[in-house]
């Protein structure tokens, strides 16, 4: 099991979450992906699961609630006076999921913090209660060394295990600020550079989708990147 959380809602946790399903399905693993809280999608449109398939293919995807307005789950439910999820219920269905599964992606919306019900609980709570490593979706440009390095501290201090950081969107033509952060965000999350998805992913098929996910994720998830090596060749460029 592992919750795919992120610095801020746009910064590729759900490109991130496709990449880690597609190499986990590719060595033959039976995947399901949970999405607690989908906010600011229609019923009838598609949501950041069916991103997940279009990328990754068939495979198990659950999603607890939809909340119409973009919002954070706690506030689109008030606003929208669908009942809220709560840590215990997507825990429940994680556990279940966890059982039939070889690999459970949980993606949570927006940032570690961000509230799920008027009592507080948090996707930080669901990983605790899992016992779920965590893994932290950066950006790749400035400012995101101190929004890595908060998220990495509030998951510590509430018992989570960060198992690595991963650069969700890497530019084309990285400037100072994106080179530099290669060897500074592992410092900012007190855990390893575990991925780099290059940016401009969404147009691709599956088959060069998969190509950019063994590139751009580490051998953790069956894949060949080498953080030596991509700092080594951004380290070249600064
Ligand atoms: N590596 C990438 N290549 C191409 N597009 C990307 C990449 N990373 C992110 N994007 C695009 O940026 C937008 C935000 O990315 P994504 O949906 O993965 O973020 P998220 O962290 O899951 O956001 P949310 O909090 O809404 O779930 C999407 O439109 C996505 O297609
Ligand atoms: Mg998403």
Excluded at 30 to 55: H, I, N, S, W, Y
Excluded at 136 to 147: D, H, K
Aim: negative net charge; aromatic residues 4%.
């Amino acid at each position: 099991m592992l919750v795919v959380t992120g610095t801020g809602t746009g910064v590729g946790k759900t490109m991130v979450t496709a990449a880690i399903a597609a190499l986990a399905k590719e060595r033959g693993q039976r995947v399901a992906v949970l999405k607690p809280a989908q906010t600011g999608v229609l019923p009838e449109e598609p949501g950041d699961l069916a991103e997940v398939r279009r990328f990754a293919g068939d495979l198990t995807a659950r999603e607890l609630r939809r909340y119409p307005d973009p919002l954070s789950p706690e506030a689109a439910a008030r606003r929208s006076g669908i009942e809220p999820v709560t840590p215990a219920e997507a825990a429940k269905v994680a556990s279940e999921l966890d059982a039939e599964h070889d690999l459970v992606l949980i993606e949570g919306a927006g940032g570690l913090l961000v509230r799920f019900d008027p009592g507080g609980s948090t996707l930080a709570d669901l990983a605790w209660s899992l016992g779920s490593l965590v893994l932290v979706v950066a950006e790749a440009g400035l400012g995101t060394l101190n929004a890595t390095a908060l998220t990495a501290e509030v998951a510590t201090s509430r018992g989570l295990n960060v198992a690595g950081v991963i650069i969700g969107s890497w530019p084309s033509d990285p400037g100072l600020a994106e080179l530099s952060n290669v060897a500074d965000l592992p410092v900012a999350a007190g855990a390893p550079l575990l991925g780099a998805l290059p940016a401009g992913l969404g147009e691709l098929t599956r088959e060069e989708f998969l190509v950019q996910a063994r590139d751009g994720l580490s051998p953790w998830f069956g894949g060949e990147f080498d953080p030596e090596c991509f700092a080594g060749s951004t380290s070249a460029q600064t």
